[in-house]
């Protein structure tokens, strides 16, 4: 069953994470052949279901976390819920589209396919998405992201996240005419915005909870400002994506 990581950080997740190019959906969309219904799962703060919406006649964007939910942007063909992956209120043989980004490695694998199969109709895609660490270019800076992610703060990461540093290699995706394929996402970022993006990972958020309140991202900000440098510098994420058809 997938547990709620975000809702502490709900409101620096909206503001702070990246959003996906215009390359994914490009690539993603003409695999649809129908576009009534979408279900973008794991929502979060409806980032997909907002371009989704776009496209499709109704999107159903769900989240275990109200607190992301309530960060929402709203559509008038965007439905907002509290749902799992695993257990939905949607009936069967319905979507054309299932879309699930930088969250697929948190689910149940088996109940999450065992209830895509159900809400999918004829030739439905599903396609999930995420991304690993941003790159600076910059080796020393580079470096000590790298020792923060997996040294300082590595103990607080829950286990599944290093399916995304694999990107999902080991997650079972057993469909049809599966595809791949990978998207460079480039921001121009100070060191300041950069440090509350780290502030929306899971694990700075289970240190806080360990250490009454602590902010992680601390240990390492004196040092990480020192080699940014003023001004803004390029961070580029590699976005991985996979989508086959249920």
């Known amino acids: 069953m997938s547990l709620d990581r975000f809702s502490t950080q709900a409101a620096q997740y909206a503001r702070y994470r990246i959003d996906y190019p215009a390359e994914l959906y490009d690539w993603l969309l003409p ?21 989704l919406a776009r496209y499709f006649r109704d999107v159903e964007a769900t989240d275990l976390s109200a607190s992301q939910l309530a960060e929402a942007t709203e559509r008038p063909n965007i439905h907002y819920q509290v749902a799992t992956a695993e257990h939905t209120p949607f009936p069967d043989d319905h979507f054309d589209l299932i879309t699930v980004a930088q969250a697929v490695h948190w689910f149940d694998q088996e109940a999450y396919h065992r209830e895509v199969r159900r809400v999918a109709g004829p030739g439905t895609v599903l396609a999930e998405w995420g991304y690993g660490l941003g790159q600076t270019g910059e080796p020393a800076l ?18 599944n996240r290093w399916h995304v540093l694999d990107e999902y290699a080991r997650l079972p995706f057993p469909f049809a005419r599966v595809r791949k394929a990978h998207f ?35 240990l390492v900000a004196d040092e990480l400002t020192q080699l940014w440098g003023e001004g803004e510098r390029e961070v580029v994420f590699q976005v991985f994506a996979r989508a086959g058809v249920i």
């Open 142 to 159: 580079d470096a000590l992201i790298r020792r923060f992610h997996d040294e300082t703060i590595g103990p607080y990461w829950d286990a």
């Open 184 to 218: 460079p996402v480039r921001r121009q970022w100070s060191a300041a915005w950069y440090l509350d993006y780290l502030r929306t990972w899971s694990a700075v958020a289970n240190y806080a909870r360990q250490h009454a309140g602590a902010d992680a991202v601390l």
């Open 31 to 51: 695999q649809v052949p129908n576009r009534l219904c979408a279900w973008d799962c794991a929502t979060g703060n409806g980032q997909v279901a907002v371009v």
